[in-house]
Protein backbone atom coordinates (compact mmCIF):
# COMPACT_ATOMS: atom_id res chain seq x y z
CA UNK A 1 0.00 0.00 0.00
CA UNK A 2 1.20 3.58 -0.94
CA UNK A 3 2.42 5.87 1.92
CA UNK A 4 1.18 9.12 2.71
CA UNK A 5 4.24 11.01 1.14
CA UNK A 6 3.56 8.97 -2.26
CA UNK A 7 0.12 9.29 -2.12
CA UNK A 8 0.55 13.29 -1.79
CA UNK A 9 3.32 12.79 -4.86
CA UNK A 10 0.41 11.51 -6.49
CA UNK A 11 -1.95 13.96 -6.30
CA UNK A 12 1.01 16.67 -6.95
CA UNK A 13 1.77 14.84 -10.34
CA UNK A 14 -2.18 14.78 -11.71
CA UNK A 15 -2.33 18.41 -10.15
CA UNK A 16 0.23 19.37 -12.37
CA UNK A 17 -1.14 17.34 -15.56
CA UNK A 18 -4.46 18.69 -14.88
CA UNK A 19 -2.80 22.61 -14.99
CA UNK A 20 -1.04 21.61 -18.19
CA UNK A 21 -4.47 20.06 -19.99
CA UNK A 22 -5.94 23.19 -19.30
CA UNK A 23 -3.27 25.65 -20.10
CA UNK A 24 -3.55 23.80 -23.31
CA UNK A 25 -7.21 24.30 -23.87
CA UNK A 26 -6.83 27.75 -23.20
CA UNK A 27 -4.61 28.32 -25.68
CA UNK A 28 -6.97 26.19 -28.16
CA UNK A 29 -9.70 28.57 -27.27
CA UNK A 30 -8.02 31.20 -28.02
CA UNK A 31 -6.58 29.99 -31.37
CA UNK A 32 -10.69 29.52 -31.89
CA UNK A 33 -11.57 32.24 -31.02
CA UNK A 34 -9.53 34.16 -33.35
CA UNK A 35 -10.34 31.93 -35.80
CA UNK A 36 -14.18 32.29 -35.28
CA UNK A 37 -13.98 36.03 -35.65
CA UNK A 38 -11.55 36.15 -39.02
CA UNK A 39 -14.25 33.54 -40.27
CA UNK A 40 -17.43 35.87 -39.28
CA UNK A 41 -15.36 39.01 -40.53
CA UNK A 42 -15.24 37.53 -44.10
CA UNK A 43 -18.81 36.03 -43.64
CA UNK A 44 -19.64 39.73 -43.28
CA UNK A 45 -17.62 40.60 -46.26
CA UNK A 46 -18.30 37.41 -48.62
CA UNK A 47 -22.68 38.61 -48.11
CA UNK A 48 -21.91 42.24 -49.14
CA UNK A 49 -20.25 40.78 -52.07
CA UNK A 50 -22.82 38.61 -52.47
CA UNK A 51 -25.09 41.66 -52.00
CA UNK A 52 -23.39 43.48 -54.76
CA UNK A 53 -23.28 41.04 -57.02
CA UNK A 54 -26.97 40.19 -57.14
CA UNK A 55 -27.63 44.20 -57.84
CA UNK A 56 -25.03 43.81 -60.72
CA UNK A 57 -26.91 40.56 -61.93
CA UNK A 58 -30.47 42.29 -61.80
CA UNK A 59 -29.23 45.37 -63.79
CA UNK A 60 -27.14 43.02 -66.18
CA UNK A 61 -30.99 41.31 -66.96
CA UNK A 62 -32.57 45.25 -66.92
CA UNK A 63 -29.75 45.50 -69.84
CA UNK A 64 -30.63 42.48 -71.30
CA UNK A 65 -34.35 42.78 -71.86
CA UNK A 66 -33.52 46.52 -73.36
CA UNK A 67 -31.33 45.23 -75.69
CA UNK A 68 -33.75 42.65 -76.44
CA UNK A 69 -36.17 45.08 -77.15
CA UNK A 70 -34.23 47.18 -78.85
CA UNK A 71 -33.39 44.61 -81.24
CA UNK A 72 -37.07 43.58 -81.95
CA UNK A 73 -37.75 47.01 -83.05
CA UNK A 74 -34.36 46.97 -85.50
CA UNK A 75 -35.86 43.86 -86.65
CA UNK A 76 -39.48 45.27 -87.41
CA UNK A 77 -37.62 48.49 -88.93
CA UNK A 78 -35.30 46.59 -91.12
CA UNK A 79 -38.52 44.20 -92.26
CA UNK A 80 -39.86 48.02 -93.18
CA UNK A 81 -37.57 49.34 -95.25
Given amino acids: MA ?3 EKIKLLEELVH ?3 RRIRKLGE ?3 KLRADCGRLE ?3 GRLQMELRRLKA ?5 ARLRSRLERLAQ ?5 ADLA
Fill in 3 to 5: SRT
Fill in 56 to 60: VAERQ
Fill in 41 to 43: EEG
Fill in 73 to 77: KLDKA
Fill in 28 to 30: ENA
Fill in 17 to 19: DAV
